[in-house]
């Protein structure tokens, strides 16, 4: 029965509605991480977005505006970890963990002062993004089912994919960033600020991440609930580094996570093993795949270093 | 307009921990010259040209270019301004290409968007051919051999314009036949009327490709020659002279059991330079054995090997009759080994931690000092306080950081801890640099107190009076070997030893480096 669903369109079109969030975070992570910072706040961006989508697009009635909003909102966040980190000199990590901390808890301090409600905003009267039917794809069979149909943002998701992937190859920002990620003082010996530049990486890792967040909330729901996010910021960290930091890298890891989420998802239904076990899935996944990714680069390393 | 593309008159930098490390120092190019820059490790070289790049701002003293009176920055003002610098440590960035590394931060553009990654392409070609470079401009500076790095980073700073180009010791890190490719690279350059400063103190090279030479020591000048009027042996005086003599009470020599044999050590470098080439010598209880060199010659490098800190060498190390490359330092040390590091900063201490922590770290584990579980604090603050007495280690109480101390009294932390365990063999590298002539004469004096004892002690220094006064046995090293040795200190000269030191003088037998066979 499992393997039957497994099969079936409808497992692979869940799977990549459950890539969207962590692709959006993927990419987030591999500007910053390019730039030589790694952004651990994407968990708490998103968590802020996931809220910010919810209150804005109620707020405009529109979800367009609403996502603009969120990005702007998403890309302050990003900015507030730079200036800690870089003008304050801050640990990355601990910034980052504050921000996640106080995402947290801030959300549902928010979330209670606007609606009154403590777990689920189901008094905001939120919109959702609009799901799009592809013509000519969607009557291919099988595939048409799988990629058709999905939320607009899930195709935003992809197309960014190849923009990010330009931006971080084929333009002069693009070039300065991955200088400054990899030796600081080449990029300053050539008249290269590296602050601005990590500047610029995290505003636009914080964008990226919010229409994850946002995604969360106003993809096929229309409310937030408490930690909405459930660690998807992170998994999204281990999707980029297993991917290399590169966009095509980060976006094939991410579709094994959301595969993953999807078949969790599955599983749950079929109630053959217990519950929480199950949930565990796609987190386990990330774990295992960070082991075979860290195993892989120590040999790699070895045989380089023996040769 | 005059010849003189630059000028800087009595530059004067003192750093703020009060080092002066440039004192009235007037240095002047020529147009279309090759100029050496010549000096021993902390002559002021580097700092006179970090002035000059903009990276330092002089307390004193004026630089003119051509012609016009100007200050520099930093190093965006210098670039900006036809100067350009070629550091010993690459500023590359690797997983780029050359071509990229090239135009960092001028990118070309087109649509005014993206990167012309082709005009890039052609860009850095065109350069590479104009100045005779071969390099594929297209392959990952991560891939290249370091003479080819150098070569990269010689056009990053001629496509911006770079009429005078600072080289830092670029032969350091080259293989000779990247060294001579590099020199005829120069003297194209220097055709193409480029202006060269060339940093190194190696004689032979300068020699070879400069035509002029500014001889600085101890942060002062010792004025500028033109190399061909001048004798190597003459630079060599200048460049390493004593300028005081210094005199200590030593007992006559004993010479006890052979306490170290070397045999054959070679060891290579991380860019896979030989540093240690083929050396072998003994070492006798009762005796100092003095290497003399300019430093970069393998000291350091000899110094990792014998003391275990690093295994990745060929040859055989016997200490006291056992073969040290399978043990660990800490066995290394309680055969009775003593090392003082060359850098105190970062080998000899823990910066952050007080005085305590530091001079008994090599002996908390002592049955003395701890109990099953916990350190006898007691026992060890009496140790403590009898080291900084004994010592004369100045300092307002055993809990202040080691960091906040004088250069001299941290290096007096240092010399405590490593005394304190009754060595039988030291190795002293460089132990006395930077600090005060107080503690420098105190330490050197303590040095001798356990030679006369009847330890063994090998000193490694670029001071030529502390390895004179000090040595009962004197080898100089150069480029990894033993250029001389000799059995009698006193009947060798300064000028004589600082022709070895720079290579001018080579032995080929080398009698004395090995008591028995």
């Not at chain 1, 930690?227 to 459930?230: G, K, L, V, Y």
């Not at chain 2, 670029?170 to 293989?175: D, K, M, R």
């Not at chain 2, 430093?295 to 393998?298: A, D, F, V």
């Given at each position: 029965m499992i393997l039957n669903a497994l099969l079936s369109p409808e497992f692979f079109n869940a799977a990549l509605r459950a890539t969207t969030p962590i692709l959006f975070a993927t990419l987030a992570s591999a500007v910053a991480s390019k730039s030589g910072?790694?952004?651990?706040?994407l968990e708490g961006i998103m968590l802020f977005s996931a809220l910010f989508g919810v209150l804005f697009s109620a707020a405009f009635q529109s979800a367009w505006l609403g996502l603009f909003v969120t990005m702007i909102l998403g890309g302050f966040i990003g900015f507030v970890l730079a200036f800690f980190v870089?003008?304050?000199?801050?640990d990355e990590i601990l910034a980052a963990i504050a921000i996640n901390l106080i995402a947290t808890g801030g959300t549902v301090f928010l979330m209670l002062t606007v609606?009154?409600?403590?777990?689920?905003?189901?008094s905001i009267k939120s919109l959702q993004l609009p799901r799009v039917a592809l013509p000519l794809i969607e009557n291919i069979p099988f595939l048409g089912e799988i990629?058709?149909?999905?939320?607009i943002l899930t195709y935003i998701s992809l197309i960014m994919v190849v923009v990010v992937h330009i931006f971080l190859y084929k333009t002069p920002l693009g070039l300065r960033i991955r200088a400054v990620g990899e030796n600081k003082d080449a990029a300053e010996s050539v008249g290269i600020s590296s602050q601005k530049i990590q500047f610029t990486a995290l505003i636009i890792s914080g964008l990226l991440a919010a229409m994850g967040g946002f995604f969360l909330s106003g993809g096929y729901m229309t409310y937030f609930t408490k930690?909405?996010?459930?660690g998807r910021g992170f998994i999204a960290l281990a999707a980029s580094t297993m991917g290399g930091n590169t966009p095509i890298g980060g976006f094939l890891v991410s579709l094994l996570f959301g595969a993953a989420q999807a078949f969790s998802n599955i599983m749950q239904m079929g109630a053959s093993l217990p519950y929480e076990l199950v949930q565990m899935l796609p987190y386990a996944t990330t774990l295992i795949g960070l082991g075979i990714y860290s195993y892989s680069l120590m040999k790699k390393r070895h045989r380089l270093s023996g040769k | 307009m005059s010849n003189k593309v630059l000028q800087m008159n009595h530059i004067m930098k003192i750093y703020p921990?009060?080092?002066?490390?440039?004192?009235d120092v007037t240095f002047e190019l020529i147009k279309g010259e090759i100029h050496a820059l010549l000096?021993?490790?902390?002559?002021g070289k580097s700092t006179l040209m970090k002035v000059l790049f903009g990276i330092e701002s002089p307390e004193q003293g004026q630089i003119i270019l051509n012609d016009k009176e100007t200050t520099v920055k930093s190093p965006q003002d210098a670039i900006s301004k036809g100067i350009g610098m070629v550091h010993q440590h690459f500023m590359l960035v690797?997983?780029?290409?050359v071509a990229e590394n090239i135009v960092l931060g001028v990118e070309p553009a087109k649509s005014k968007m993206f990167i012309d990654m082709d005009k890039a392409v052609e860009i850095s070609k065109e350069i590479a051919k104009k100045y005779n470079f071969e390099i594929?401009?297209?392959?990952?500076?991560?891939?290249?051999?370091v003479g080819i790095k150098q070569k990269v980073e010689i056009l990053k700073a001629l496509y911006r314009g770079a009429d005078v180009l600072i080289l830092d010791e670029?032969?350091?890190?080259?293989?000779p036949q990247e060294t001579d490719e590099l020199f005829i690279q120069l003297k194209k350059l220097k055709e193409k009327g480029h202006t060269i400063i060339f940093i190194s103190h190696k004689l032979d090279e300068i020699k070879e490709i400069c035509d002029r030479a500014t001889i600085m020591r101890n942060g002062k000048s010792k004025g500028t020659h033109n190399v061909a009027d001048i004798s190597t042996t003459e630079m060599s005086r200048l460049m390493v002279g004593r300028d005081v003599v210094l005199s200590f009470d030593k007992k006559p020599i004993e010479l006890k059991d052979t306490v170290m044999k070397v045999r054959n050590l070679t060891v290579k470098g991380s860019?896979?330079?030989?540093?240690?080439?083929?050396l072998s010598f003994d070492l006798k209880a009762g005796e100092i054995f003095g290497i003399a060199g300019v430093?970069?010659?393998?000291q350091g490098h000899l110094v990792e090997a014998i003391t275990g800190?690093?295994?990745?060498?060929?040859g055989e190390i016997l200490v006291f009759d056992e073969?040290?490359?399978?043990?660990?330092i800490k066995q290394i040390r309680e055969s009775g080994m003593a090392h003082i590091p060359e850098d105190r900063m970062t080998l000899g201490c823990?910066?952050?931690?007080n005085i305590l922590d530091n001079i008994l770290s090599n002996q908390f584990d002592s049955k003395e000092l701890s109990g099953k579980v916990m350190l006898k604090s007691k026992k060890i603050q009496e140790r403590v306080n009898e080291l900084i007495k004994e010592y004369l280690v100045k300092c307002k109480?055993?809990?202040?950081?080691?960091?906040?101390?004088?250069g001299g009294n941290i290096q007096k932390v240092v010399v405590a801890r490593e005394f304190s365990t009754n060595p039988k063999i030291i190795i002293a590298n460089?132990?006395?640099?930077?600090?005060d002539v107080g503690a420098a004469s105190f330490i050197r004096q303590r040095i001798i107190e356990y030679r006369d004892a009847g330890c063994a002690v090998i000193l490694i220094s670029a001071d030529l009076n502390e390895v004179f006064e000090l040595s009962d046995r004197l080898a100089v090293m150069y480029k990894g070997k033993f250029a001389g040795v000799f059995?009698?200190?006193?009947?060798?000269?300064e000028i004589e030893l600082g022709k070895y030191m720079l290579g001018i003088k080579h032995d080929d037998r080398l009698e004395g480096i090995i008591y028995e066979q």
């Open positions: 910072i790694i952004n651990m706040a870089l003008k304050l000199k801050t609606s009154g409600d403590r777990g689920v905003s189901s990629i058709s149909n999905q939320n930690d909405m996010s459930a | 921990n009060g080092v002066v490390a440039v004192e000096g021993e490790n902390g002559a690797p997983s780029l290409t594929d401009v297209t392959s990952k500076v991560e891939e290249l051999p670029p032969t350091a890190v080259l293989t860019t896979g330079v030989l540093r240690v080439d083929d430093e970069g010659n393998g800190l690093n295994k990745k060498y060929n073969d040290i490359k399978k043990h660990s823990a910066k952050n931690m109480s055993s809990k202040q950081n080691v960091g906040m101390l004088s460089q132990p006395t640099r930077g600090i059995k009698d200190v006193d009947s060798v000269t």
